[in-house]
T-cell receptor, first 112, second 113 residues
Framework: GENVEQHPSTLSVQEGDSAVIKCTYS??????FPWYKQELGKRPQLIID?????GEKKDQRIAVTLNKTAKHFSLHITETQPEDSAVYFC???????????FGSGTKLNVKP | EPEVTQTPSHQVTQMGQEVILRCVPI?????FYWYRQILGQKVEFLVS????????KSEIFDDQFSVERPDGSNFTLKIRSTKLEDSAMYFC???????????FGQGTRLTVV
């Protein structure tokens, strides 16, 4: 089955700096890669997603890149703000689309 | 905006007791999931449900677990005989199709004592 690895586990940046979180996946058949933000005690919420027919997608300060050949995808947050502090999870769909495989999470701390 | 709702928000139960966690997925969604998250850890897949049957389940989802969609709106997770290690946040999620955005409920925190 699919295996999703996520790095780093924790990331601390100064407000205004950029943050990059990286994930790799193993199943070349995976074709949908969402990123979720989870604030403490709350539900995971989708912040951006990308499909395998696209190499990059951007939404304001957030962007995701996908390299299908290398089987990795990354989340980029520019001009970070304290409210960006949360745990971020990457995910990939299974070959048969019956589930999402989640990465282990990255705790992002944006220092004011 | 439509959302997935879960009840209760917090459940405390004694070891060995049965619990039922309830979820109301988004009405036009076709795929339903249960995930769990032990405190501070990753979100783990338990089971997916499509067309009124389980489509996939993980190793965690053993004979003590079952799911039901009894009335076309609710989607329940039952744990027959809870263990201490079942203590976790349980999230229900639904998707319109298998590879589209998953909407998560707010979770049920299950504490087994």
């Amino acid at each position: 089955g699919e295996n999703v690895e996520q790095h780093p586990s924790t990331l601390s940046v100064q407000e205004g700096d950029s943050a990059v979180i990286k994930c790799t996946y193993s199943d070349s058949a995976s074709n949908y890669f969402p990123w979720y933000k989870q604030e403490l005690g709350k539900r995971p919420q989708l912040i951006i997603d990308i499909r395998s027919n696209v190499g990059e997608k951007k939404d304001q300060r957030i962007a995701v890149t996908l390299n299908k050949t290398a089987k990795h995808f990354s989340l980029h947050i520019t001009e970070t703000q304290p409210e960006d502090s949360a745990v971020y999870f990457c995910a990939a769909t299974a070959r048969n689309f019956n589930k999402f495989y989640f990465g282990s999470g990255t705790k992002l701390n944006v220092k004011p | 905006e439509p959302e997935v709702t879960q009840t209760p928000s917090h459940q405390v139960t004694q070891m060995g007791q049965e619990v039922i966690l309830r979820c109301v997925p988004i009405s036009n969604h076709l795929y339903f999931y249960w995930y769990r998250q032990i405190l501070g850890q990753k979100v783990e897949f338990l089971v997916s449900f499509y067309n009124n049957e389980i489509s996939e389940k993980s190793e965690i989802f053993d004979d003590q677990f079952s799911v039901e969609r009894p009335d076309g709106s609710n989607f329940t997770l039952k744990i027959r005989s809870t263990k201490l290690e079942d203590s976790a946040m349980y999230f229900c999620a639904s998707t319109l199709q298998g590879n589209t955005e998953a909407f998560f409920g707010q979770g049920t925190r299950l504490t087994v004592v």
